[in-house]
């Protein structure tokens, strides 16, 4: 069974930080596009930083420039997101996704509306009060 499993949501104060992982299973990551996407309550979910599991090369949007650090670990077929200065505009649930050979500029800007809703899990909620 192909699976992707993102955990280590949590509640944070403004300014603090937390460690987002995707673990896959059912099959490796070799040759994907993967990425972080977000869905806050009441807006469409959006990219947030994107990374090619071959080559390490990464996309970020302007919300998580700066701030955030997306990062593989192959031995563990795992993705990361660092999220450093966490703003209250970031509460969402953060999803990951992976979509072969696809660049990860177009998986930040187009992945969100390839799978349709119920590919996408139950993800990890990420709320930061002021």
């Known amino acids: 069974d192909v699976q992707l499993q993102a955990s280590g949501g949590g509640s944070v104060q403004t300014g603090g930080s937390l460690r987002l992982s995707c673990a896959a299973s059912?099959?490796?990551?070799?040759?994907?596009?993967i990425g972080w996407f977000r869905q806050a309550p009441g807006k469409d979910r959006e990219g947030v930083s994107c990374?090619?599991?071959?080559?390490?090369?990464?996309y970020y949007t302007d919300s998580a420039e700066g701030r955030f650090t997306i990062s593989v670990d192959k031995a563990k077929n795992t993705m990361f997101l660092q999220m450093n200065s966490l703003k209250p505009e970031d509460t969402a649930v953060y999803y990951c996704?992976?979509?072969?050979?696809?660049?990860?500029?177009?998986?930040?800007?187009?992945?969100?509306?390839?799978?349709?809703?119920?590919?996408w899990g139950r993800g990890t909620l990420v709320t930061v009060s002021s």
């Open positions: 996704a992976a979509i072969t050979f696809w660049s990860p500029e177009r998986l930040c800007l187009q992945g969100s509306t390839y799978y349709p809703p119920s590919h």
């Open positions: 059912g099959f490796t990551f070799d040759g994907y596009g």
């Open positions: 990374i090619s599991f071959d080559d390490g090369n990464t």
